[in-house]
């Protein structure tokens, strides 16, 4: 279960589809209106599973009404999800390739 218990959630260091299948089960448990943090600067090695969590996430975030952002995101996921289409729809906090949180209320 991801909760959030006053500092960033970490990820393990692969989030690939062998270990991104646990993650898929888990929820998000953010602490009183507090933002919820997922820090993905453990994260070496990536594959499509990764980008699929990320908006799985999202969307529950989203229908949940929990604000909700990526730090430390990798550049190697950062690629990935641009050549989906998809990177403008993360919420990106903590890096250098950073976006404000604004699509979540």
């Not at 448990?29 to 600067?41: E, F, K, Q, S």
């Not at 969590?53 to 999202?58: A, E, G, K, T």
């Not at 950062?78 to 903590?94: E, F, N, T």
Request: net charge neutral; hydrophobic share 45%; aromatic share 4%.
């Amino acid at each position: 279960m991801i909760s959030l218990n006053g500092t960033p959630v970490n990820i393990p260091s692969r989030l690939t589809i062998e270990t991104a299948a646990a993650l898929f089960k888990a929820k998000l448990l953010p602490v009183n209106d507090t933002p919820l943090v997922i820090d993905l600067g453990n994260i070496e090695v990536v594959d499509s599973a990764a980008v699929s969590l990320l908006l799985v996430w999202l969307r529950e975030a989203q229908r949940d009404h929990i604000k909700l952002c990526f730090a430390n995101t990798p550049k190697n996921l950062l690629s990935l999800a641009r050549l989906y289409g998809v990177v403008d729809m993360l919420p990106l906090c903590g890096n250098d390739h950073t976006q404000p949180i604004n699509h979540l209320t």
